[in-house]
T-cell receptor, first 115, second 109 residues
Framework: DADVTQTPRNRITKTGKRIMLECSQT?????MYWYRQDPGLGLRLIYY???????NKGEISDGYSVSRQAQAKFSLSLESAIPNQTALYFC??????????????FGEGSRLTVL | GQNIDQPTEMTATEGAIVQINCTYQ??????LFWYQQHAGEAPTFLSY??LDGLEEKGRFSSFLSRSKGYSYLLLKELQMKDSASYLC??????????WGAGTKLIIKP
């Protein structure tokens, strides 16, 4: 089983619909992230969380919200999806305990298409 | 601001050697990562450098010069499965990875 699991893996929806992407991890990491990736662009950070009570905006948070329900779960919501939110979304985890480098471990990705 | 510069695309021949360069500017520095990403898949970790010099791991090596804001990834004995994008990602003072668009490597027989 994957250490970082994203659901759904693929989703097609219509403009204006509410969408939730879920991420769960079994690595025991405190830090969790949501990124989006568009063709020809680098990974862009949407939101990140360093523990259950901590939520931080990334560079492109507008139109998105997140919830850190538990150490292992971090969900991303699009309250009213629009076509330019069509992208590949990745959840990632990391930790910075002694000896850790801060390496990111990624989920398999969720491909979202907004029509 | 923070910036990553890598070639957009490179082509190499199976069995050959290729070097992918990366220059970066970050607010602070806490190491640099290289990731491999096949099309439509998640990035996977290749290497991490925090001190100047060369780190070797099998067919892949990564070099860092902190004073020059420069790193490279060296791939030897290229295989067709090495066709992928290679992402250079330095870590800034807040321990956040800064991502460029990556280098798409095409391997030809």
């Amino acid at each position: 089983d994957a250490d970082v699991t994203q659901t759904p893996r693929n989703r097609i929806t219509k403009t204006g619909k509410r969408i939730m992407l879920e991420c769960s991890q079994t690595k025991g990491h405190d830090r969790m992230y949501w990124y989006r990736q568009d063709p020809g662009l680098g990974l862009r950070l949407i939101y990140y969380s360093f523990d259950v009570k901590d939520i931080n905006k990334g560079e492109i948070s507008d139109g998105y919200s997140v919830s850190r329900q538990a150490q292992a779960k971090f969900s991303l919501s699009l309250e009213s999806a629009i076509p330019n939110q069509t992208a590949l979304y990745f959840c990632a985890t990391s930790d910075l305990r002694q000896g850790d480098t801060g390496e990111l471990f990624f989920g398999e990705g969720s491909r979202l298409t907004v029509l | 601001g923070q910036n990553i510069d890598q070639p957009t695309e490179m082509t190499a021949t199976e069995g050959a050697i290729v070097q992918i360069n990366c220059t970066y500017q970050t607010s602070g520095f806490n190491g640099l990562f290289w990731y491999q990403q096949h099309a439509g898949e998640a990035p996977t970790f290749l290497s991490y450098n925090v001190l100047d010099g060369l780190e070797e791991k099998g067919r892949f090596s990564s070099f860092l010069s902190r004073s020059k804001g420069y790193s490279y990834l060296l791939l030897k004995e290229l295989q067709m499965k090495d066709s992928a994008s290679y992402l250079c990602a330095p870590m800034d003072s807040n321990y956040q990875l800064i991502w460029g668009a990556g280098t798409k490597l095409i391997i030809k027989p």
